[in-house]
């Protein structure tokens, strides 16, 4: 179990588009990964609105998916296909919870629930990564 931490060069992810969104590492291991998205303005769907953007939902189910296949093959994979339900409105800070549901030779399938302060669930999502061959 890791503390919670801003994602860097040090982290399973080297993306600078995640480091953008402020997303932060709360658990990472074979059982899975756990992230933290911190509310911004800038993710609002609308100026007058407090519901957040879809896309930025999107995001986090990819990037917490991905690193839940990470964890298990110790590599980057890519994203092959991704489903994502938006279950209600998205509001403030988000929390995202991936375990890897089927490991394979060439693809790996992870499953992801996105929950809001209150532990409500908003979205659940589910991709499939391209898996590395092993050299």
């Not at 899975?32 to 986090?60: K, M, N, T, Y």
């Not at 839940?68 to 509001?91: N, Q």
Request: hydrophobic share 40%; charged share 30%.
């Amino acid at each position: 179990s890791r503390e919670e931490s801003p994602l860097d060069v040090t982290d399973i992810g080297r993306s600078p588009y995640q480091v953008f969104l402020g997303i932060k590492l709360r658990r990472a291991d074979t059982e899975g990964v756990e992230i933290f998205l911190p509310f911004r303005q800038e993710f609002l769907r609308e100026a007058e609105s407090d519901w957040l953007h879809g896309g930025i939902v999107s995001a986090l189910i990819d990037i917490a998916g991905n690193y839940a296949v990470e964890a298990k093959v110790g590599e980057g994979v890519a994203t092959v296909d991704m489903r994502v339900d938006y279950l209600r409105p998205s509001r403030g800070d988000l929390t995202a919870t991936a375990t890897v549901v089927k490991l394979g030779k060439t693809t790996a399938l992870s499953d992801v629930c996105v929950r809001d302060l209150k532990g409500d669930l908003v979205a659940a999502g589910r991709a499939r990564y391209a898996v590395p061959r092993k050299k």
